[in-house]
């Protein structure tokens, strides 16, 4: 394998499919960056330097880095909140914090993230991006609010305003989406999309803002190097929208990831995939750039062309810088109606739908933390969606671990005598489970005399129920009964004994043993 990569060969499916994933990226690019609020050319310097480095220094072979969809609504919430040099120190936070998850070995498990939490917040994502591209179809202009709800109403109020010249440039772009697939020739579908509403538009003046019109022209020469402004007052503000930018980096970045390995069999290193998204991160604000993470669809897109090696991903990169070097006077001729559908084809493509309607049609607790997940992502923030969602998953799990959980009476399997009693724990003992032992103190005032646990099935145990061990063996002890212990796993044994249960605890080996020595 090593040998074709640097054949003639290899280079030559490396710079078709670099090239490939390169137009791609182009249109996406400055969808994106319009969308969170920043000029287009942006997010191209984002697709060219993340792209570059990410290919570089990354753990996976055939990733893809730059803009995506999934950071707009943080994105869009910075820039309203504290501007374009907040968006650039956040952006800077978010790579330092990528850098401190590669150093402490995270990237492993990050991956554990609930399955319900990581569908309910990819499917609000995917409603705001959705929504937020209503305003553009529309032709309806407004000053966009921090949140979904209230951009909603802002919308529905303008909707008088509605012009049918933008709602008909967007229509040919959903048209193209359609059609191109059917041709017979094979045509960069998202290029596409914007190029055929553009040139209809020229063809057929009417009045519809442009990239050129809103944002001015793009500057066709290489990404200029800027130091940042950072204010120490405001990075404590800033901490929580980095964080979040960080997380999600992280996440897409490392699902990506899977998904390639998957695709190509092979095996991504997670934490140096996080060293290279935190460099990534932290190089393009010195250019002007914005977050940035590994992107499925064009990792997809790159594998499916032939690449063979990382070069594709360097390609990748070099294909917008040239496109940025050569073409880009002509990017303020694109109608902002006609990057819409390009953005809610986006949306619609990770809004998660066939895996949320399966966990819905079943009614589970799961459909409930979805539900609170997908809610709070789309009216609150990304932020507390995870931090909540996380948090009634874990409550979820320690409920159903708590149900698998007994401490039973199970005397009759033992050839005791008068005056015993065993008792069976069976599972995992955690804070879930410490009412387990309420029932055994009821014995008290019968007629044993000597209390015998068997620890045979419980694998772990952690220091709530330690206390609520010590609570029992303390009031059987003062109503002047025997407590032993039989079956003591290492774990278990070796909690126990640190924080003094064992002390005045006989234990034994097998319960029998118990039985017979007692």
């Known amino acids: 394998m090593d040998n074709f990569m640097t054949s003639r060969q290899g280079w030559q499916k490396d710079i078709s499919a670099g090239i490939t994933v ?10 994106f960056a319009i969308a969170s609020g920043v000029g287009p050319v942006y997010g191209l310097y984002t697709a060219i330097i993340a792209g570059i480095l990410v290919s ?40 330092i914090l990528l850098f401190l998850m590669s150093v402490l070995r995270v990237g492993r498990l990050i991956r554990f993230m609930p399955r319900a939490v990581t569908i309910g ?4 994502i995917a409603v705001v991006i959705f929504v937020d591209q209503l305003d553009e179809l529309f032709g309806i202009s407004f000053q966009k609010a921090p949140h979904f709800h209230e951009n909603l109403l802002k919308l529905v109020t303008s909707l008088h305003e509605a012009s049918l010249w933008p709602v008909f440039i967007a229509a040919i772009g959903f048209l193209t989406l359609w059609l191109v697939p059917k041709l017979p020739v094979k045509l960069p579908l998202l290029l596409m999309a914007m190029l055929v509403p553009t040139f209809v538009s020229l063809v057929i003046p009417g009045e519809v803002a442009t990239i050129g019109s809103a944002y001015g022209g793009i500057p066709s020469g290489l990404p200029e190097f800027d130091w940042l402004v950072i204010d120490l007052d405001l990075i404590a503000t800033l901490m929580p929208s980095a964080f979040a930018i960080a997380f999600l980096g ?27 998204q935190g460099l990534a ?22 594998i499916q062309a032939g690449a063979v090696s990382r070069r594709s991903g360097v390609i990748h990169g070099l294909t917008v810088l040239l496109a940025v070097l050569v073409l880009a006077p002509l990017a303020s001729y694109v109608p902002l109606a006609a990057l819409a559908p390009i953005l809610m084809r986006v949306a619609w493509n990770m809004s998660e739908r066939h895996h949320v309607f399966e966990m819905l049609k079943h009614r589970s607790a799961e459909s409930l933390v979805l539900l609170i997940t997908l809610g709070l992502t789309v009216f609150v923030d990304l932020v507390v969606a995870v931090e909540v969602g996380v948090i009634c998953a874990l409550a979820l799990f320690a409920k159903r671990m708590a149900d698998t959980i007994d ?23 955690f804070f879930g489970a410490i009412e387990m032992f309420e029932h055994v103190l009821h014995h008290i005032h019968d007629e044993p005399d000597v209390f015998i646990f068997n620890f045979h099935r419980c694998p772990v145990i952690d220091v709530t129920a330690v206390e609520e061990i010590r609570r029992v063996v303390r009031e059987l002890k003062a109503a002047d009964r025997r407590v032993v212990f039989a079956h003591l796993s290492a774990p278990v044994r070796q909690t126990l004994a640190h924080y003094g249960v064992l002390d005045d605890v006989d ?7 118990a039985v017979d020595a007692s």
């Not at 390169?22 to 969808?31: D, K, R, S, T, Y």
């Open 56 to 95: 570089l220094f990354g753990g996976s072979t055939f990733q893809i880095a730059g803009p995506t969809g999934a950071f707009i609504p943080i994105v869009s919430g910075v820039m309203l909140a504290h501007g374009y040099e907040g968006l650039l120190v956040t952006t800077f936070l978010a790579g």
């Open 121 to 124: 917040f990819t499917a609000g």
């Open 22 to 31: 390169g137009v791609v990226a182009v249109p996406l690019a400055m969808a």
């Open 507 to 513: 234990t034994f080996e097998t319960t029998q043993e």
């Open 407 to 429: 401490v039973r009476e199970q005397t009759e399997r033992y050839v005791t005598r008068d005056g015993q009693v065993v008792f069976s724990v069976e599972g995992p003992l």
């Open 250 to 276: 992280a996440l897409e970045s490392l699902l990506s990831g899977a998904v390639a390995d998957g695709m190509a069999g092979t095996k991504m290193n997670p934490d140096k995939e996080l060293f290279g």
């Open 281 to 302: 991160n932290v190089v393009v604000p010195f250019f002007g750039g914005i977050p940035a993470t590994g992107a499925i669809a064009r990792t997809a897109t790159n």
